[in-house]
């Protein structure tokens, strides 16, 4: 069974950090570009960060350039999103999915809450 299982999420006040997993299994997920997007309330999901197979290529929003780091560790099947610099507006529930700037898949885990708050 596919799954991907994002975690990390939690309570961080403006300016800080944390760092989000996302564990994939059922898939060879070393073989598919990986991705994270975001979804707030009454809104869509929306693509955060995006990594190429081996890593080498990132592509980020405008919104969080600079700020968040994505990266994948293909031997455990983890991707990463490092967010450092928080803001208010990255308050989010977070969800991975394979593909580079679209989602390849129509399956959505539970996703990991972010809270940004004083």
């Known amino acids: 069974q596919v799954q991907l299982v994002e975690s990390g999420g939690g309570l961080v006040q403006p300016g800080g950090s944390l760092t989000l997993s996302c564990a994939a299994s059922?898939?060879?997920?070393?073989?598919?570009?990986a991705s994270w997007y975001r979804q707030v309330p009454g809104e869509g999901r929306k693509l955060v960060a995006a990594?190429?197979?081996?890593?080498?290529?990132?592509k980020y929003a405008d919104s969080v350039k600079g700020r968040f780091t994505i990266s994948r560790d293909n031997a455990k099947n983890i991707l990463y999103l490092q967010m450092n610099s928080l803001k208010r507006e990255d308050t989010a529930v977070y969800y991975c999915?394979?593909?580079?700037?679209?989602?390849?898949?129509?399956?959505w885990g539970q996703g990991t809450q972010v809270t940004v708050s004083s």
């Open positions: 059922g898939f060879p997920f070393s073989d598919y570009a």
């Open positions: 999915n394979i593909g580079f700037l679209t989602p390849m898949w129509g399956y």
């Open positions: 990594i190429t197979q081996s890593g080498v290529t990132k």
